[in-house]
């Protein structure tokens, strides 16, 4: 049977793009033009609704929104007037969301496939069936696994979530019996939490007190176009520049933010670490580190001269630790001179910058970003490139880099007492991402296997190692398109027995499933929450159901697991349900008795520290205070109190609690892996593909970066970033997104291409606008060439959210016939890792050949 766009529509395909927008068929007629005064101009004016709390998981700034309502649509958005993050401020992604929801090409009723042959070019067949058959037909296969004693066998992948994820994500798997619960953090922004963790004992997402700074130097992060907090920086970013707050930006190719830019340093792919320690080197050499931070040499003389060592007891740190050991290791010899030569940009700017940035301290700050260290070697850029946080002692400063403050949440009753035997037995096994193997630190919060590999999963799979995976689950997740070198992930999906995706859309990933579970959006169809930081503060957004779903689609995170509770109850497994039946309301104390009221309990559970005033006496709540649930779901939105800065200042939670220049903290975690490997940390760092030896292990230091393809047979490197107007990997099938493609500087509309400045094009005698084949070492690709001049010679350009051969009508050039609309970049990246923080590398790690097609 072929996949037609009939099957996905079933019974709804009556239903217009038009009526799904709320053009007609709505009880209300449009309200008529009028004249805005005195402009001349003819505008219609909004239908008479409501502005409604939600919130936005469109990418990990996760904005606090409201939407307008009307006759129970959804027709507009913008930002949360009461979020001290963001304010009313909204991005342009937001909207988006409006498409997506009402989208055509949904999911609208449970499918299952009935070819049991997988693969790219197998028609899967789905038909539709009914909740309660797709269900049971999941359900045989979990009771399948414990007959068999082989629970470990289940597995649960996570892409984006909500605050209760640890209801289905955290605590699921456990009681089934399985360890595997796989997320997609370290295929999003794991090495970019290494720097900060291993310098300064945190392992998140920082924030940026920009309003109180006078320097910003964005590294590898775009963030009027991407990062977290576009919807804050967008805005704010103009108030910056006319109050004279200087910004340089390093980033290889001229991205918006370099535009907007004082200084814009177009490093070389992956060369971080030399521009990072050579802007240490400037600083210390000039003198501009933060005696109040850092501290002073006990002769009150600075020592440190290039080339020379310095005696380290004639140093009185405060704050910091490692400072000499750090000059002496490694920052002696990085002089501008060295670093221009290799990485590209030169000594005069470096030293420039450097000066600029440490006489501005401590109100100047890095804000860091994937481009620096999403890379091979990319873990000690992380370091480094933090590091000068530390330098300046703007680390934990007004006006400097931040942490953070969370808000306090319930967590959930313990799975333990409901896991049987065989589920406490089966949890302990190796987990299928390999975490923990020699080869794969992935050093999370200090601890050998603490965080996951979610790209290792498929070269596992293939491996049969540690062992086969059986039944699988997903959710707002599609990793054979947003992983690199994505044919492995067909290859795996091919050999998984029985797989189940909850989305909204079908996708790359889900063309390789069993059942398609049609799921909720989450900033419109069920209840959400999440919390993010910005402008010093923290927010808590929280959304009821706005509107009423009209495709049979359910919430993955608690009806999914519910209705599954009800079907292993029945046969014989009650465990589950027993379980779910302590989310009981704090207001009634009644148990839930079906999916949507598990779904409130959860929330309510979880967010009690801040609506339930005997609650937080207890817990404290350090932000918004409500009196009641009512209360705070009508208000939607919960703040925290301001920051407060230099609290952590020789506080920090580090081995030595100082801000570590030489990592104690990796030392021991380093040494913890190496003893697990009866080996020692050398032969590690060797195994993940480090270049160090020794004590420079333990600091921020250059490495050469570790990049696939010679430059003889692949002359260019290439650069990957996110377009504008993606929303992580899922907005191409929305017609926005296509019509405005060119807001990506160089970009066409409705198709996609890659950038090369014209002097290559020239020496290639390749014109702008032709189709070329773009080969790497592990893909190819046929796009648009687009001459360039942003982009420095030697390099290639490509963003990220084109070239979906599933999805859509739109995000596809030919949806029946598995065409994609443009090309994804990651059919072409090698699957390189960075192995430390078990990160997948998309920066700075590949060349490539470009050829006329
Ligand atoms: N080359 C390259 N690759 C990248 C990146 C890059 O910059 N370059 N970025 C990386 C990053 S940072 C990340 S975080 C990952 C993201 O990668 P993934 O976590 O795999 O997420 P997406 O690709 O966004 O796919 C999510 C799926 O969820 C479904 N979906 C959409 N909305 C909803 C909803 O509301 N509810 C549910 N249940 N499902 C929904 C859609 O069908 C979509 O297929 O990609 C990574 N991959
Ligand atoms: N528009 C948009 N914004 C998003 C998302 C989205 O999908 N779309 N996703 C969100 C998510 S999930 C995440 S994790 C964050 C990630 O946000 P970031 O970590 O900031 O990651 P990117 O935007 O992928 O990359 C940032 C920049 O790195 C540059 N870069 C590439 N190679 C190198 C290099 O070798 N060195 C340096 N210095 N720079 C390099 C790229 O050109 C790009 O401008 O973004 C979030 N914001
Ligand atoms: S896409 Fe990201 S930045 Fe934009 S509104 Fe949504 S969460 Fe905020
Ligand atoms: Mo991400």
Redesign the pocket.
């Known amino acids: 049977m072929k996949l037609t766009r009939r099957t996905f529509l079933g019974s709804s395909i009556a239903l217009t793009i038009a009526t799904a927008f709320g053009l007609s068929g709505c009880s209300k007629k449009p309200e008529t033009l009028q004249e805005t005064e005195g402009t001349g101009v003819e505008v219609q004016k909004l239908a008479e609704g409501q502005w409604k709390a939600s919130g936005c998981l469109g990418?990990?700034?996760w904005c606090a929104k409201q939407v307008y309502m009307v006759d129970g649509r959804a027709i507009k958005i913008q930002g949360h007037p009461d979020s001290k993050v963001h304010g009313a401020n909204d991005c342009p992604?937001a909207h988006l969301a409006v498409q997506q929801v009402y989208d055509a090409d949904r999911i609208k009723q449970p499918m299952k496939r009935t070819n049991p042959k997988k693969g790219k070019n197998e028609d899967p067949g789905f038909v539709p069936i009914s909740w309660d058959e797709a269900m049971e037909l999941f359900a045989d296969k979990i009771m399948e696994l414990r007959n068999n004693d082989e629970t470990h066998k289940f597995g649960l992948f996570r892409g984006r979530y909500t605050n209760i994820n640890d209801l289905f994500y955290g605590n699921l798997p456990k009681i089934i019996g399985s360890p595997n619960n796989i997320s997609h953090s370290s295929i999003?922004?794991e090495a970019?939490k290494f720097g900060p963790y291993y310098t300064q004992g945190y392992w998140n997402y920082r924030d940026y007190d920009v309003r109180n700074t006078k320097y910003i130097i964005c590294?590898?992060?775009?963030p009027l176009?991407?990062?977290?907090q576009?919807s804050h920086y967008l805005n704010v970013f103009g108030e910056l520049l006319e109050k004279g707050v200087k910004i340089a930006t390093?980033?290889?190719?001229h991205?918006a933010t370099a535009a907007k830019s004082h200084v814009w340093m177009p490093?070389k792919?992956?060369q971080?670490g030399a521009l990072a320690t050579a802007m240490a080197h400037v600083i210390l050499t000039e003198g501009l580190w933060s005696r109040e931070f850092v501290g002073e040499f006990k002769d009150g003389e600075n020592h440190f001269v290039a080339g020379n060592t310095v005696d380290e007891d004639n140093f009185e740190e405060n704050h910091t630790y490692g400072i000499t050991k750090w000059w002496n290791l490694e920052l002696k010899d990085r002089t501008p001179e060295w670093a221009e030569a290799i990485c590209g940009v030169d000594a005069a700017t470096i030293r420039k910058v450097a000066t600029d940035f440490a006489n501005a301290a401590p109100q100047a700050l890095v804000f860091m970003?994937?481009?620096?260290n999403m890379?091979v070697r990319g873990g000690y850029n992380s370091m480094a490139v933090h590091a000068l946080n530390g330098l300046v002692g703007s680390a934990e400063h007004e006006g400097g880099t931040i942490t953070g403050r969370s808000p306090k949440l319930n967590g959930f009753t313990k799975p333990d007492d409901f896991m049987d035997e065989m589920a406490q037995k089966n949890t302990k096994m190796q987990k299928i991402d390999q975490r923990g193997y020699k080869e794969f630190p992935a050093l999370k919060d200090g601890k050998s296997g603490g965080g996951v590999v979610t790209n290792r999963v498929a070269d596992a799979i293939l491996a049969e190692d540690p062992y086969l995976p059986k039944v699988m689950i997903g959710y707002f997740c599609n990793f054979n398109y947003s992983c690199t070198e994505t044919e492995r992930w067909n290859k795996a999906m091919e050999k998984i027995e029985f797989f189940a995706h909850c989305v909204t859309h079908y996708s790359e990933m889900g063309h390789f499933a069993d059942l398609l579970l049609p799921s909720t959006h989450h900033m419109f169809e069920q209840m959400s929450a999440a919390a993010q930081k910005g402008n010093g503060f923290t927010h808590l957004w929280i959304a009821e159901r706005l509107i009423e779903p009209f495709y049979d689609v359910k919430n993955p995170e608690s009806e999914i697991p519910w209705m599954l509770a009800e079907k292993l109850e029945e046969k014989g497994f009650g465990n589950l349900m027993d379980y779910l039946k302590t989310f009981k309301d704090p207001e009634t104390d009644k148990e839930p008795t079906n999916g949507l009221e598990l779904e409130l309990h959860a929330f309510k559970i979880r967010t009690q520290p801040i609506w339930d005033p005997a609650e937080y006496a207890e817990t404290g709540n350090n932000g918004t205070k409500y009196n009641s649930w009512d209360e705070f779901i009508q208000a939607g939105i919960w703040n925290s109190d301001a920051y407060e800065f230099k609290k952590l200042w020789s506080n920090m939670p580090t081995e030595t609690g100082k801000f570590e220049f030489y990592s104690e903290t990796l030392k021991k975690a380093l040494a913890g892996h190496a003893e697990k490997h009866n080996t020692d940390i050398d032969d590690i760092l060797a195994t993940c593909k480090y270049d160090v030896v020794g004590e420079r292990a333990f600091i921020p230091h250059y490495e050469e970066p570790y990049m696939v393809g010679t430059e003889s047979e692949y002359p260019f490197a290439f650069?990957?970033?996110?377009?504008?107007?993606?929303?992580?990997g899922r907005a191409a099938n929305c017609s926005w997104f296509q019509e405005f493609k060119d807001v990506d500087a160089g970009d066409v509309k409705w198709g996609d291409c890659i950038k090369m400045n014209p002097e290559d094009a020239a020496k290639l005698g390749l014109q702008d606008g032709e189709l070329v084949k773009v080969t790497s070492p592990t893909g190819e690709m046929t796009t648009t060439l687009k001459t360039w001049v942003a982009l420095r010679p030697g390099t290639v350009q490509k963003n990220f959210g084109q070239g979906h051969w599933a999805m859509g009508h739109v995000a596809a050039e030919d949806f029946e016939g598995r065409v994609a609309r443009g090309a994804n970049s990651n059919d072409m990246i090698p699957s390189e890792f960075e192995r430390l923080s078990g990160s997948t590398a998309y920066?700075?790690s590949f060349r490539v050949r470009i050829e006329k097609a």
Do not use: F
């Open positions: 990418c990990t700034s992604r999003c922004a970019e590294w590898g992060v775009d176009c991407s990062n977290r576009v390093i980033d290889p190719k991205s490093v792919p992956g971080d970003g994937g481009g620096s890379q650069i990957d970033s996110k377009s504008r107007l993606t929303r992580e920066y700075g």
